[in-house]
């Protein structure tokens, strides 16, 4: 990921990372390629589809480098969480309602392929950003990459962390 921003620092990078996916799946990654490929894992198409995808999501978020303004991708940091603590805290802002969040979260966990798991997530991420809420972006490239094999496990911990109790203030700092 790290990668992926400094390719966004550059306005013809972020562009290439834009473009190379639309809504319905990678439209043109050859334009992705030339600034990722070095740093993808050589572990099939999966593999290769999910760096591409999560770059592409990264990169429609990203600040346009020409121009000065706040950043909606959230940065690295990984105690953001997964996408259930995104979207429990969205809950908590009320950007969604608890009923529609769990709904988004059970339609992904239905999702048994790595391109429908993405077709669906790319709009709520795009929301999600769009109100500039905090998201783990190598945590979300970890389980988009894991996706096809551990989809179960994946879900399971984002439900986890969605339905988990909010701490109170004297949990969070105790005396």
Not at 11 to 17: A, M, Y
Not at 40 to 55: F, S, W
């Amino acid at each position: 990921m790290e990668r992926v921003a400094d390719v966004c620092a550059t306005p013809g990078g972020r562009v290439d990372l834009r473009t190379g996916t639309t809504r319905n799946g990678l439209a043109e990654p050859w334009r992705m390629l030339p600034h990722l490929n070095a740093y993808i894992p050589r572990h099939g198409r999966d593999a290769e589809t999910a760096h591409l995808a999560v770059a592409a999501m990264y990169a429609a978020q990203a600040d346009n480098p020409t121009l000065k303004g706040a950043s909606r991708t959230g940065g690295y940091d990984p105690a953001h969480g997964n996408l259930g603590a995104t979207l429990a805290h969205a809950v908590r802002r009320g950007v969604l309602r608890e009923e529609s969040a769990a709904e988004r979260l059970q339609s992904l966990a239905r999702q048994n392929t790595l391109d429908d798991l993405l077709r669906q997530l790319r709009p709520l991420v795009d929301r999600l950003a769009g109100e500039n809420l905090p998201l783990s972006w190598p945590l979300l490239l970890s389980d988009v990459r894991r996706w096809p094999t551990y989809r179960t496990d994946i879900a399971r911990a984002w439900m986890r962390t969605f339905y988990a109790p909010v701490p109170t203030d004297s949990e969070e700092n105790p005396k």
